[in-house]
């Protein structure tokens, strides 16, 4: 296991479709081939008339008169009415901006003006509820001992999508803390949100951290999700959900303003239903910014319009490197990456087959040291900015708050994680210098960057996360499925997941990552790659699969 759960469990355990018979769920040519198992069941969804549509379609729309920004907003927030506490229940949004039909009027007034602000503009986006917004929404990483907490100003994200002309619509739900809390932990679950569920089917998981994201894109709940992730929490609800997952090199995207678990690794990121609209958010977001540090090093890196670089003939001449050496993959999900290779040799992509790493990068248990020491450093410093009011402004004030609210806040897993990372040292402990040194060296230098090097490589790829595993609040999370998050995301590299295909109903995905800041070319192979194959899908929202 090689996302968050695989390196937080590495300490632990030594290693780190249906057709629906409804109006508003995929027709059956969009699952023929797919791999459709038997429905348990199916929610009745109702139709939706932006079911599928991309930034361009919005805008265009838009242009035409056809649409205003007020009109979208109003149709998605009736659709997270409709779907998230109604009908399937996905509980993928946490809370809807009180304010987002306002901010659309004005958008709206901005376009009659003749001032559009670039290609978000009016376009719904939900956020992770861990990134800041200082507005009338609240951010607490599905906590309540954060509950009410609105921070004293926007996250860069936040504030770079209002400059952009997005409406922020919403909070997306997650995995509490980002999945950093405690042992058998359920994705997706918080104590504020509840379990978000899979739309493909309702009984599975839907992965996380960024579980909300990723339903609520899938789902068409909104135009564009944003996710976080410190060990695949993008990678993963990506691939679970059926759609296009971005991992930017970090510092690209500023991390301030969002609550944190790890300075080396953590990062924002796009979670979108296609490739061009992840490309679209993913300049937007972009940029130097003070509060940050690691993004000074994307000075003259950074590019404003990522869809520039996408070319449907992308894949002639690139060099990719075939990793098989991550373990625990369904039969049925190799199976489909073989297929996606091949369909990648077809388009002219020259195949390095196989090209693997060193599991040792990966299975470093030091990558759970130096998650719990930044963890404790990070979260101390985001909860002392909260200001004097804040219910809880430590770490050891979380855990405390915790047990005595153990009845709504442990219901189904304790806080091991939490206890164990308050029990760390300051960040100039010989034991957290060498945990960085070691595990980045090997996945960066050692692992990564030398692959690239030693083949010629344009991009790696591997399948992105095994199948998404049925909900269990008892035994929590299945922990020893397939994954390739982890070398990317501790190497603090880019990482793009697409979709490939079904198995008996539940998507998968198949991830292009590489060395730091070559996000331009991993997205000029895998826009190629997702225009070949056209293999993402609407949800069927099946109660259970056969």
């Not at 569920?197 to 909300?212: E, F, K, M, V």
């Not at 000074?296 to 050496?325: C, K, M, N, Q």
């Not at 909900?471 to 990317?488: E, M, Q, V, Y």
């Not at 501790?490 to 995905?509: E, Q, S």
């Amino acid at each position: 296991m090689m996302d968050r759960r695989g390196f937080i469990g590495a300490g632990v355990a030594g290693g780190l479709g249906v057709v629906a018979a409804t109006s508003g769920c995929a027709p059956e040519e969009d699952l023929a081939g797919a791999g459709a198992g038997e429905a348990g069941g199916a929610t009745a969804v109702p139709p939706f008339e932006l079911d599928e549509v991309t930034v361009d379609e919005l805008q265009a729309s838009m242009a035409s008169g056809e649409r205003t920004a007020r009109s979208i907003a109003e149709l998605y927030l009736e659709r997270i009415e409709a779907l998230d506490g109604q009908g399937p229940e996905l509980r993928s949004i946490i809370e809807t901006n009180p304010d987002a039909l306002a901010v659309a009027d004005e958008l709206d007034a901005e376009r009659a003006a003749g001032n559009v602000r670039g290609p978000l503009h009016g376009i719904p986006v939900a956020l992770k509820d861990n990134i800041d917004t200082h507005d009338r929404m609240t951010t607490t990483a599905g906590s309540l001992a954060l509950e009410g907490s609105i921070p004293p100003r926007d996250s860069f994200v936040a504030a770079r999508l209002r400059e952009a002309g997005a409406v922020i619509l919403a909070k997306a739900n997650l995995s509490e803390w980002a999945y950093f809390r405690g042992l058998r932990a359920t994705s997706g679950w918080s104590a504020r949100g509840g379990q978000c569920r899979n739309p493909y089917a309702l009984d599975r998981n839907p992965c996380g951290s960024s579980s909300g994201s990723g339903v609520a894109a899938s789902a068409n709940l909104c135009g564009l999700t944003v996710g976080t992730e410190t060990g695949g929490s993008i990678m993963c609800p990506s691939s679970s959900n059926g759609i296009v997952g971005i991992k930017p090199t970090v510092g690209l995207w500023s991390r301030a303003g969002v609550i944190p678990i790890s300075h080396s690794q953590d990062t924002a990121g796009p979670m979108c239903r296609t490739v061009a609209d992840a490309a679209a958010l993913l300049g937007a977001c972009a940029g130097v910014d003070p509060r940050d540090p690691a993004t000074a090093a994307s000075e003259g890196r950074a590019h404003t319009d990522y869809t520039r670089f996408l070319d449907p003939a992308g894949l002639s001449g690139a060099r990719i490197g075939v990793v098989r050496s991550f373990p625990g993959f369904d039969p049925r999900v190799l199976e489909l990456f073989d297929e996606a290779i091949e369909a990648m040799r077809a388009g002219g992509a020259v195949i390095v087959d196989p090209a693997n790493m060193d599991a040792a990068a990966w299975n470093d248990p030091l990558s759970l040291v130096l998650l719990e020491y930044e963890f404790k450093a990070g979260l101390n410093a985001y909860l002392a900015g909260l200001g004097p009011d804040a219910r809880v402004r430590s770490l050891a004030e979380v855990i405390e708050f915790n047990e005595r609210n153990a009845d709504r806040e442990m219901l189904h897993f304790g806080q091991e994680r939490l206890i164990a990372s308050q029990a760390r040292g300051p960040l100039t402990d010989p034991e957290y210098l060498n945990a960085v040194a070691t595990i980045q060296r090997a996945n960066r230098e050692d692992g990564i960057d030398r692959l690239a090097r030693e083949h010629g490589l344009d991009a790696i790829i591997a399948p992105t996360r095994d199948l998404p595993w049925p909900t269990d609040h008892i035994k929590g999370d299945r922990l020893d499925g397939g994954s390739s998050a982890a070398p990317a995301a501790i190497a603090g590299y880019p990482d793009i997941t697409v979709p490939m295909g079904f198995v008996r109903g539940l998507p998968a995905g198949v991830s292009f990552f590489g060395p730091a800041w070559t996000e331009p070319t991993l997205l000029r192979i895998a826009y190629a790659y997702e225009q070949a194959t056209q293999q993402r899908r609407r949800p069927t929202f099946a109660t259970t699969l056969g």
